[in-house]
């Protein structure tokens, strides 16, 4: 008994080895599955199932833009699973509206969308052969106007225009506010007219807050052309 028990043993021992791997197999076969579909799940309850889907779009920024033409203009149907929404063509798209600047697209998940945007500003305006226009601050067409209204009015081109643009910025608001046309030949060459009529040779954009200073002297002298291109030489003519 103990010989035939002796000589089966080794058998036996195999067998039971060999369940257990293959049982080991099976246990690692099966997490392997659970693991694969529970990431399929993942998957298609994030990019393709209404689950993670957006419900809401939210709009931050826009004022003489409605929330409503911002989400039009994003092109995002609601519904789209929120993973799937590309920001670049939705910043693109919005980019697209004229008064549209800087565009910012967040995420607030589970079901938000929020769209930011920086409305570009008009400075001043220019004439057409289509009528007027509104620009910013680096030129570009904002909008279609009737007319001037209280923007100043910039007649240059080129290299006259963006000076003219960063003197307009450089002013400071008390002489903003009397300023009605900004003409400029060259770039160092800005002219502005005040309210009053009077003329305003300002130069280039550098030095502003000293030839407001300046300014401010010398219009409590009798003159019509007042010349501050060069702030320590300043001028007066009739």
Same mark, same amino acid.
């Given at each position: 008994?103990?010989?035939?028990?002796?000589?089966?043993?080794?058998?036996?021992?195999?067998?039971?080895?060999?369940?257990?791997?293959?049982?080991?197999?099976?246990?690692?076969?099966?997490?392997?599955?659970?693991?694969?579909?529970?990431?399929?799940?993942?998957?298609?309850?994030?990019?393709?199932?209404?689950? $993670?889907?957006?419900?809401?779009?939210?709009?931050?920024?826009?004022?003489? /833009?409605?929330?409503?033409?911002?989400?039009?203009?994003?092109?995002?149907?609601?519904?789209?699973?929120?993973?799937?929404?590309?920001?670049?063509?939705?910043?693109?798209? /919005?980019?697209?509206?004229?008064?549209?600047?800087?565009?910012?697209?967040?995420?607030?998940?589970?079901?938000?969308?929020? $769209?930011?945007?920086?409305?570009?500003?008009?400075?001043?305006?220019?004439?057409?052969?289509?009528? +007027?226009?509104?620009?910013?601050?680096?030129?570009?067409?904002?909008?279609?106007?009737?007319?001037?209204?209280? /923007?100043?009015?910039?007649?240059?081109?080129?290299?006259?225009?963006?000076?003219?643009?960063?003197?307009?910025?450089? /002013?400071?608001?008390?002489?903003?506010?009397?300023?009605?046309?900004?003409?400029?030949?060259?770039?160092?060459?800005?002219? $502005?007219?005040?309210?009053?009529?009077?003329?305003?040779? +300002?130069?280039?954009?550098?030095?502003?807050?000293?030839?407001?200073?300046?300014?401010?002297?010398?219009?409590?002298?009798?003159?019509?052309?007042?010349?501050?291109?060069?702030?320590?030489?300043?001028?007066?003519?009739?």
């Amino acid at each position: 008994m103990t010989a035939e028990t002796d000589v089966r043993a080794p058998t036996d021992l195999a067998h039971v080895r060999a369940a257990a791997r293959r049982s080991r197999w099976g246990r690692r076969a099966l997490w392997l599955l659970l693991v694969v579909v529970f990431g399929a799940a993942v998957i298609w309850v994030v990019w393709f199932s209404p689950l $993670l889907g957006v419900t809401n779009i939210e709009v931050r920024g826009s004022t003489t /833009l409605t929330a409503a033409q911002v989400r039009q203009a994003a092109g995002v149907a609601i519904g789209t699973p929120l993973a799937r929404v590309d920001d670049a063509a939705v910043a693109s798209r /919005l980019r697209a509206l004229p008064r549209v600047g800087a565009v910012e697209v967040r995420r607030g998940f589970p079901h938000d969308l929020v $769209l930011v945007v920086e409305e570009r500003i008009a400075v001043a305006v220019i004439s057409t052969g289509e009528g +007027w226009r509104s620009i910013d601050s680096s030129g570009d067409v904002v909008s279609a106007v009737r007319g001037p209204g209280a /923007l100043p009015v910039v007649r240059a081109t080129g290299a006259g225009k963006d000076s003219a643009l960063k003197v307009l910025l450089t /002013l400071p608001p008390a002489v903003a506010r009397q300023t009605r046309t900004i003409v400029a030949s060259t770039s160092d060459d800005v002219v $502005l007219t005040l309210a009053s009529g009077d003329t305003v040779r +300002w130069g280039n954009a550098g030095r502003a807050a000293d030839k407001a200073a300046v300014l401010v002297v010398l219009q409590k002298q009798p003159g019509r052309v007042y010349d501050v291109s060069a702030p320590d030489f300043p001028s007066i003519r009739s």
